[in-house]
């Protein structure tokens, strides 16, 4: 979901080559390149009993339901119904409810998505009031494969939401090429929406967008939608508001809805619903995945440059480039190269009540290998471990009203991520 289909084809046929002549030997794992771990959470471990360390942990997935064309995402609307939507990149959201799909899309916007490469329907989020004011949020790419971020407001428990005339768009971004589209919505600890988007795409970022800030591209971008608008004469037409502290507020050093620079296709991102800390996977360009962190202990900081195209995770990039000057970049927390994977799919951190062992741990995953990995704050130190080879295109994580986790296989199915 990160690269051409072009590629991905030949990665597939790759990866079944690799996996057939690594089987007997040990691929590199991720490593952690960074003292920068995450808060300890004594409340939510204290909750759970005694968390088990990383060597004692053993995984599964077990599969919830099939069939779905091309899903990329998994998510509950956050308003206890219970219900689980499945974002398939075509343009169309299911509805599961006690494993049970809903007979029609709730969502169907296929008309208005192009598909080609990496485009489609890539993310949703649903507003934390969606129980009470029915809105959420989507991201797309439209039929010039732009990307768009719309809104909608609907009844919260209806079946099917008929969206001509109910779409609001929000934010319109040209994309250049059609790759590195990023896509991920989620909504912070802040109440803010954080929106990712890719660098804009081909390879080696050649405009330089992870570091302008002249450009949506290559950021996570943070607005407040759910409060009304920012009033001012440059822009009358805002349908959100501008956080005081984003690190461009007044608009004169970059935009203004610029919350983090330095990403290439951050696909996926989460917080951690218990602490807060944020947590990035960052595709990388050919030689090293990441995953990144900022942690929410004394609030997220804002204006955090993830480095790239000046690094590939820690590496300076171009490969043959000289280091840059990192003090003002933040590093990945782990990374690995690809002897282990093609394609980082950041998850989460389990806070569901179900697999007490589980809790606390970050888990994620690689589309191209489908190995799953966990990480998990011991005693002040990143353990990091991988947990499992799913043998799926491991495209997405997803949670749960109750913070269930979930993974989506890209293939067409979807499991639940338990204690074996
Ligand atoms: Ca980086």
New binding site residues.
């Given amino acids: 979901m990160h690269r051409t289909n072009v590629s991905r084809k030949i990665f597939l046929v790759l990866a079944i080559t690799i996996g057939i002549v690594i089987s007997g030997c040990t691929a590199r794992d991720p490593v952690i390149v960074d003292q920068v771990a995450p808060s300890t959470d004594s409340e939510a471990t204290a909750n759970a009993g005694s968390p088990a360390r990383l060597a004692d942990i053993q995984i599964e997935l077990q599969k919830v339901a099939e069939g779905f064309d091309q899903p990329l995402y998994v998510t509950g609307a956050g308003d206890g119904s219970g219900r689980l939507f499945i974002v398939e990149k075509t343009g169309r959201i299911w509805i599961l409810r006690d494993g049970e799909r809903s007979s029609e899309p709730w969502l169907d916007i296929s008309d208005l998505v192009s598909t080609e490469s990496e485009r489609g329907l890539l993310g949703i989020a649903f507003a934390p009031e969606y129980g009470q004011n029915g809105t959420f949020y989507i991201n797309y790419t439209d039929s010039s494969g732009t990307t768009q971020l719309a809104r909608l407001r609907t009844t919260p428990t209806v079946n099917r939401v008929v969206k001509d005339g109910l779409m609001e768009p929000l934010l319109s971004i040209e994309q250049p090429y059609s790759n590195h589209n990023g896509g991920m919505l989620a909504f912070g600890p802040d109440g803010y929406l954080y929106v990712g988007t890719g660098d804009g795409g081909s390879g080696g970022d050649p405009h330089g967008n992870g570091q302008r800030t002249d450009t949506l591209l290559g950021k996570l971008l943070r607005i407040d939608p759910e409060s009304e608008p920012t009033s001012s004469p440059d822009k009358a037409d805002s349908r959100y508001r501008i956080p005081d502290d984003n690190p461009f507020a007044q608009g004169t050093a970059g935009y203004p809805e610029i919350w983090a620079t330095?990403?290439?296709n951050p696909w996926r991102f989460s917080f951690d619903r218990t602490t807060g800390d944020l947590w990035i996977g960052?595709v990388g360009q050919n030689t090293w995945e990441?995953i990144?962190f900022a942690s929410a202990q004394g609030g997220l900081e804002p204006g955090l440059n993830?480095?790239?195209s000046e690094?590939?995770?820690t590496h300076p990039y171009p490969p043959d480039a000289d280091p840059p000057n990192t003090r003002s970049?933040?590093?990945?927390v782990i990374e690995y190269d690809h002897s282990a994977g093609s394609s980082v799919t950041g998850g989460y951190v389990y806070r569901g009540s179900q697999q007490p062992e589980l809790s606390g741990i970050y888990f994620y995953g690689d589309f191209g290998s489908g190995r799953i990995w966990g990480a998990h704050n011991e005693e002040g130190t990143l353990e990091n471990r991988e947990l499992l080879q799913s043998g799926v295109q491991v495209v997405s994580f997803g949670e749960d009203d109750e913070g269930e986790l979930y993974v989506v296989d890209f293939n067409g199915a979807l499991y639940r991520l338990v204690a074996k």
């Fill in positions: 330095g990403l290439r960052d990441e990144d993830f480095g790239w690094l590939e995770a970049l933040t590093a990945p």
